[in-house]
């Protein structure tokens, strides 16, 4: 299977969770979008390695980090392999020069790893397909993570009678709310569209 190489495009507070975030991943050179949702430690973790903040403790990343380094072991990749009842999963694929191990990891664990490691992270077409979001908006306001939605995603089937404008909302919300499944049909109707 091919893979499609990802990036960090943004973080926001989830509003559909308490305490927890929405960490936005976007497929290099492309404009879906892979949000998934994390817990604020996860969250905390991956911002401080994003801002270059030193702790004056080692968070358990870093110490992780200093421990696979210690034995000589690496990072060299990590894959976002699975997504399941709205849930993601990731294995960190790694080497200490001779043998190379995978590693089953929480995704959000293996993108703050993937920081420390600068290492890529990766996903598969039919991952994108599942739950990636086809973004449209200017650049500048898609890398600020920016998914408020204030509108409920109605139980409807069809969206047809909506508005282009309606559907981009609606679009939100359900990302927001991780209705990924709604979410696709949306896409695929503003796709119909055009």
Known sequence: MDKIRLEIIGMS?????SGAYALILGEK?????????????????IA????????????THDLFKTFAESFEIEITEVIINKF???????????????????????TSDAIALALRFSCPVYTYESIMVAAGILMEEDP?????G?????????????????????????LQSAVENEEYEKASRIRDEIKRRK
């Open 13 to 17: 507070y989830s509003q559909s969770q």
């Open 29 to 45: 050179d492309g404009k879906r979008r892979l949000p998934i949702i994390i817990g604020g430690f996860e969250a905390q973790s």
């Open 48 to 59: 401080i390695e994003l801002e270059k903040i030193k702790t004056p403790r080692p968070l």
């Open 84 to 106: 399941s009842e709205g849930v993601f999963y990731a294995v960190l694929l790694c080497s200490d020069g001779k043998n190379e191990v995978e590693i089953d990891s929480r």
């Open 140 to 144: 500048e306001t898609a890398k600020s």
């Open 146 to 170: 920016d998914l408020a939605g204030d509108e409920p995603l109605q139980e409807e089937t069809s969206f047809s009678d909506y508005s282009p404008e309606e559907l981009k909302q609606l």
